[in-house]
């Protein structure tokens, strides 16, 4: 058993001192939040880095629908507190109840709501950051446009903790739409459901959120009797004057292909609950075996896809989750026990062969690129002390 | 630059692609701002493995390569201050692939915006990003710049478009970063970074971009106001009601006059503002949104409130909106189109500042908004061969800047620093952000010959 050296900053003076006492120490850094997700090969000199005390609310804008906030603060009950106060912040993942908003934002963790809301970048209008070579830097404001030289927000985001760590956000906010349904639908096979998806896509109905589950999926929805086969679930949001004809049409293209049931969840508490237990299933299936693999793809592939992925892990007998965001092409494939790396590659290699990519896994392969990645590691975190950019790792 | 580097780029893209006069320099002196400086040689390159070959050349020589598209730039990012290779992508302006399926299209970024949409709409679909040089400019050149446009409001900034993209390296590498899907799983986004970057990075080849379907309805409606005041309050409050608008457009009384010597639509030349404003989305939501926006409007004293009844009269107040850049060209022989953004609830103080400045300076100011987004274009007025009245302008330029960032706003929303706005930089950032800038350029381009010292000086 591995002795853990958790470091808890209160300010910036503390982070700074002690990012410079790594440098020196020739130590690797890493958010906590890391070690209950992934199985990471951590030693006694890792510093393991514990935001938590970074969690205050600095200024909440309501005539510029902006917040400030500090990065450590949870990202779940940071949107209620938005949320009471009348203010929507849309994006929503998996970790959101476990995992501090800087480390969403840090791992560009794919939100629910990928698609109809966007991503990251389109509601993080300025930050703060401590980066690996000790540097504190203020970056953006509560702008909404801002083309002032090089996009170093947009390569924070999703950077992974290898150029720094951020302390804190100013974030767009939108209005809370006016009303919500979320519909459930079971289907025979898990194609048919995808290719539905496309469907509804295409006659312009755009779900705020749209997951497709394979069968062994249904574990993860909690509190609804569902048959074993794969399921479709969508919140469709929007004006109360326009959503009755959304749901018309979503029900008419979907009603074709489902099997045997459906249900539509109208109140907003039950809405909340649902979700709730939806994150914490995942986060709990994803934590149980820390070797899941995540992918984007061309959404018009993703069928194929997913059948093959379906057929050609039969033979490890190993029964798994897949869910696929409907509206990005972005998904994963969760193994319901520990797998080996054999079953991971099988994984990685038929995403692959779809022109997919494995979410983290570097895609390119040039040499100029290799050199330009290096060079910028070398002005963000000279003496490598980030533990997920380490060239051991 | 030798005559023998010249022939050496002659074999690569052939005579007609290739021009050494005087007089053809000339043309490509300027962009759409005061500034000059001419290239030694303008290749039109027609394909990638002729720019990959021109920038291996120039990488080995040492030669400066400015890449430009229509020349539209406003912060003088296209202008070869230091010779070399002007590089016109104007002839790789193909739509490469449509794939509705996926909502990506692929084109090269010599397509002209406004072509790209008139290709699209047929199909149901459109490119959201609508700079107001959309009839000319080049989605390359929008994607260097990261334009924005009166869509940025609800839709978002080009950044938010662009998926990935084929580009060649300083070094003449040929490289792919993004691809068409929805997402960018790399480790660091090398996609966003480029989309801004003003042509210091790399220089694009083929683009993968996101489209969008079209909205199955619009209302457009026009409100005059007393005071910009109660304009700006206006564009708060409808934001806080709950509805984004597509668009959110402010004129000040100096271009409202403009627009409408111009156009001569009856535009109300009394009022000090008047804002153009846009919803669209499913036909049942529009009237509830607009009866909001009418409510607003009233709470804020507005003069008159207009829906436009047709197409055509919608069209017209466009066009109102869009040629008034051109139009103040009637009161006096040049102008200086500034673009600079504050939060938005800091549009009052900063228009009452640049009346203000133009008091001072005794120089006409108009003040055209993205009010929605707090992004400004001050127009100043003024005579390019009074060189004392082009000092002043340079002046009040700098104050609007130096007004804007002590508000809380930002050097540019849409237009880049180029040259223009690198003597401020230093006002925006601090020596650690700036050096992280500096070596993320010298990361892409060790010999800085792209677009050489734009942004910040970067130096050999």
């Given at each position: 058993?591995?002795?853990i050296?958790?470091?808890?900053?209160?300010?910036?003076?503390e982070?700074?001192?002690t990012?410079r006492?790594?440098?020196?120490?020739k130590?690797?850094?890493?958010?906590?939040?890391n070690l209950?997700?992934?199985?990471l090969p951590?030693?006694a000199k890792?510093?393991i880095?514990?935001l938590?005390?970074f969690?205050?609310?600095?200024?909440?804008d309501k005539e510029?629908?902006?917040?400030t906030?500090?990065?450590g603060?949870?990202f779940?009950e940071?949107?209620?507190?938005l949320?009471?106060k009348?203010f929507?912040?849309p994006?929503?993942?998996?970790a959101?109840?476990?995992?501090?908003?800087?480390?969403?934002v840090?791992h560009?963790?794919p939100?629910?709501?990928?698609g109809?809301?966007?991503?990251?970048?389109?509601?993080?209008?300025?930050?703060?950051?401590v980066l690996?070579?000790g540097?504190?830097i203020?970056?953006?404001?509560?702008?909404?446009?801002?083309?002032?030289?090089?996009?170093?927000?947009g390569?924070?985001?999703g950077?992974?903790?290898t150029?720094?760590?951020?302390?804190?956000?100013?974030?767009?906010?939108?209005?809370?739409?006016e009303?919500?349904?979320?519909?459930?639908?079971n289907f025979k096979e898990?194609?048919?459901?995808?290719?539905v998806?496309?469907?509804?896509?295409?006659?312009?109905?755009?779900?705020?959120?749209?997951?497709?589950?394979?069968a062994?999926?249904?574990?993860i929805?909690?509190?609804?009797n569902?048959?074993?086969?794969?399921?479709v679930i969508?919140?469709?949001?929007g004006f109360?004057?326009s959503l009755?004809?959304?749901?018309?049409v979503?029900?008419?293209?979907?009603?074709?292909?489902i099997s045997?049931?459906?249900l539509e969840?109208t109140d907003?508490n039950?809405i909340?609950?649902?979700?709730?237990n939806?994150?914490?299933a995942?986060y709990?299936?994803?934590?149980n075996?820390?070797?899941?693999?995540?992918?984007?793809?061309?959404?018009s592939?993703i069928?194929?896809?997913?059948?093959?992925?379906?057929?050609e892990?039969?033979?490890?007998?190993?029964?798994?989750?897949?869910?696929?965001?409907g509206?990005v092409?972005?998904g994963?494939?969760?193994?319901?026990?520990?797998v080996?790396?054999e079953?991971i590659?099988?994984?990685a290699?038929l995403i692959?062969k779809y022109?997919?990519?494995?979410?983290?896994?570097?895609?390119?392969?040039?040499?100029?690129?290799?050199?330009?990645?290096?060079?910028?590691?070398?002005?963000?975190d000279?003496?490598?002390i980030?533990?997920l950019?380490?060239e051991?790792f | 630059?030798?005559e023998?580097q010249?022939?050496?780029?002659?074999?690569?893209?052939?005579n007609?692609?290739?021009?050494?006069?005087k007089?053809?320099?000339?043309?490509?002196?300027?962009?759409a701002?005061?500034l000059?400086?001419?290239?030694e040689?303008?290749?039109?390159?027609?394909?990638t493995?002729?720019?990959s070959?021109?920038l291996?050349?120039?990488?080995?020589?040492?030669?400066?390569?400015n890449t430009?598209?229509a020349g539209t730039?406003?912060s003088?990012g296209?202008?070869?201050?230091?010779?070399g290779?002007?590089?016109?992508?104007t002839?790789?302006?193909?739509?490469?692939?449509?794939?509705?399926?996926?909502?990506?299209?692929?084109?090269?970024p010599?397509?002209?915006?406004?072509?790209?949409?008139?290709?699209?709409i047929?199909?149901?679909?459109?490119y959201?990003?609508d700079?107001?040089?959309?009839?000319?400019c080049?989605i390359?050149?929008?994607?260097?710049?990261?334009s924005?446009?009166?869509?940025?409001?609800?839709?978002?900034?080009t950044?938010?478009?662009v998926?990935?993209?084929?580009?060649?390296?300083?070094?003449?590498?040929v490289v792919?970063?993004g691809s068409?899907q929805q997402?960018n799983?790399d480790?660091l986004?090398?996609?966003?970074l480029?989309?801004?970057s003003e042509g210091?990075?790399?220089v694009f080849?083929?683009?993968f971009?996101?489209?969008?379907?079209?909205?199955?309805?619009?209302?457009?409606?026009l409100c005059t106001?007393n005071?910009?005041?109660?304009?700006?309050?206006t564009v708060a409050?409808i934001?806080?009601?709950?509805?984004?608008?597509?668009?959110?457009?402010m004129m000040?009384?100096l271009?409202?006059?403009c627009?409408?010597?111009?156009t001569?639509l009856?535009?109300?030349r009394n009022?000090?503002?008047?804002?153009?404003?846009e919803?669209?989305g499913?036909?049942e939501?529009?009237?509830?949104q607009?009866?909001?926006i009418?409510?607003?409007?009233?709470?804020?004293?507005?003069?008159?409130?207009?829906?436009a009844q047709?197409?055509?009269e919608?069209?017209?107040?466009?066009?109102?909106?869009r040629?008034?850049?051109?139009?103040?060209?009637?009161?006096?022989?040049s102008?200086?189109?500034?673009d600079?953004?504050?939060p938005?609830?800091?549009?009052?103080?900063?228009?009452e500042?640049?009346?203000n400045?133009?008091?001072k300076?005794?120089?006409?100011?108009?003040?055209l908004?993205?009010a929605?987004?707090?992004?400004?274009?001050?127009?100043?007025?003024?005579?390019?061969?009074?060189?004392?009245?082009v000092?002043?302008v340079h002046e009040a330029?700098?104050?609007i800047?130096?007004?804007?960032?002590?508000?809380?706003?930002?050097?540019?929303g849409?237009?880049?620093?180029?040259?223009?706005?690198?003597?401020y930089?230093?006002?925006?950032?601090?020596p650690?952000?700036l050096k992280?800038?500096k070596q993320?350029?010298l990361?892409f381009?060790?010999?800085?010959?792209?677009?050489?010292?734009k942004?910040l000086e970067?130096?050999?």
């Open positions: 058993m591995v002795n050296n958790i470091m808890s900053p209160v300010d910036i003076r982070l700074q001192s990012i006492k790594a440098i020196t120490n130590q690797k850094i890493l958010l906590k939040e209950e997700l992934q199985s951590i030693d890792t510093v880095l514990d938590s005390s969690d205050k609310i600095i200024e909440l510029n629908f902006t917040v906030v500090e990065g603060i949870n779940l940071f949107q209620i507190m949320a009471q009348g929507f912040f994006l929503d993942t998996y959101s109840a476990k995992t501090s908003l800087s480390y969403n840090l560009g963790l939100s629910y709501t990928l109809e809301y966007g991503n990251y970048r389109e509601y993080v209008l300025g930050l703060e950051a690996f070579n540097d504190h203020k970056i953006g404001g509560k702008n909404i446009k801002n083309v002032s030289g090089l996009d170093i927000i390569l924070l985001i950077s992974k903790e150029l720094g760590i951020i302390t804190k956000l100013t974030l767009r906010l939108l209005p809370f739409p009303e919500k349904r979320v519909l459930l639908f898990l194609k048919t459901a995808l290719h998806t496309n469907q509804l896509i295409n006659k312009g109905i755009n779900p705020a959120k749209l997951h497709i589950l394979n062994s999926g249904n574990s929805i909690k509190n609804i569902l048959s074993k086969s794969p399921v969508a919140e469709i949001d109360k004057a009755p004809r959304q749901l018309d979503f029900k008419e293209i979907i009603s074709g292909h045997n049931f459906s969840i907003n039950e909340t609950n649902f979700w709730n939806f994150r914490e995942q709990q299936a994803l934590i075996v820390q070797n899941t693999v995540s992918f984007s793809c061309i959404i592939e069928p194929e896809m997913v059948a093959e992925i379906e057929k892990l039969v033979k490890f007998e190993q029964e798994f989750i897949i869910q696929v965001n509206i092409g972005t994963m494939v969760i193994p319901l026990k520990k080996d790396n079953w590659s099988q994984v290699k692959e022109d997919g990519k494995v979410l983290g896994k570097k895609s390119f392969v040039n040499q100029g690129l290799n050199t330009i990645h290096k060079k910028l590691i070398d002005a963000f000279p003496a490598r980030s533990f950019g380490g051991e | 630059m030798k023998t010249i022939s050496f780029l002659r074999n690569i893209v052939g007609k692609n290739i021009c050494t006069n007089e053809e320099l000339l043309v490509y002196e300027y962009d701002t005061l000059k400086g001419a290239p040689v303008i290749v039109f390159p027609e394909n493995e002729q720019v070959n021109i291996a050349f120039a990488y080995q020589e040492g030669i400066p390569v430009r598209g730039n406003l003088g296209s202008i070869p201050d230091q010779g290779i002007a590089l016109v992508m002839k790789m302006n193909k739509v490469l692939e449509t794939d509705f399926k996926n909502g990506v299209v692929v084109v090269e010599g397509v002209i915006n406004q072509e790209l949409q008139d290709y699209l047929p199909h149901g679909y459109y959201p990003p700079p107001a040089s959309m009839k000319a080049t390359g050149g929008n994607i260097g710049e990261c924005g446009g009166p869509r940025c409001l609800k839709y978002g900034v950044r938010d478009y998926l990935g993209m084929e580009m060649v390296l300083g070094t003449g590498e792919v970063i068409k997402m799983p480790p986004d090398l996609v966003k480029m989309v801004g210091t990075l790399g080849t083929k683009l971009l996101k489209i969008k379907k079209i909205p199955e309805a619009k209302k457009t409606m106001f005071s910009v005041k109660d304009a700006s309050k409050n934001i806080s009601r709950g509805i984004v608008p597509t668009t959110l457009e000040d009384n271009l409202i006059n627009a409408e010597d111009f001569g009856g535009l109300d009022a000090d503002a008047l804002l153009l404003i919803v669209d499913f036909k939501e529009l009237d509830g607009v009866q909001v009418k409510e607003v409007c009233e709470k804020n004293y507005v003069k008159e409130f207009k829906i047709s197409a055509q919608v069209d017209q107040l466009w066009t109102a909106r040629t008034v850049i051109g139009a103040v060209a009637r009161k006096r022989p102008y200086s189109l500034q600079v953004t504050v938005r609830n800091k549009l009052p103080d900063i228009v500042a640049i009346v400045i133009s008091q300076y005794n120089l006409p100011i108009g003040v908004a993205h929605g987004d707090g992004n400004l274009h001050p127009l100043v007025l003024f005579d390019e061969r009074n060189k004392e009245e000092k002043k330029e700098f104050n800047c130096k007004i804007a960032l002590s508000l809380g706003g930002t050097l540019s849409e237009h880049g620093i180029g040259l223009l706005k690198k003597p930089l230093k006002q925006e950032f601090s650690e952000v992280l800038k993320i350029m990361a381009d060790p010999k800085n010959i792209l677009n050489p010292d942004i970067v130096g050999k």
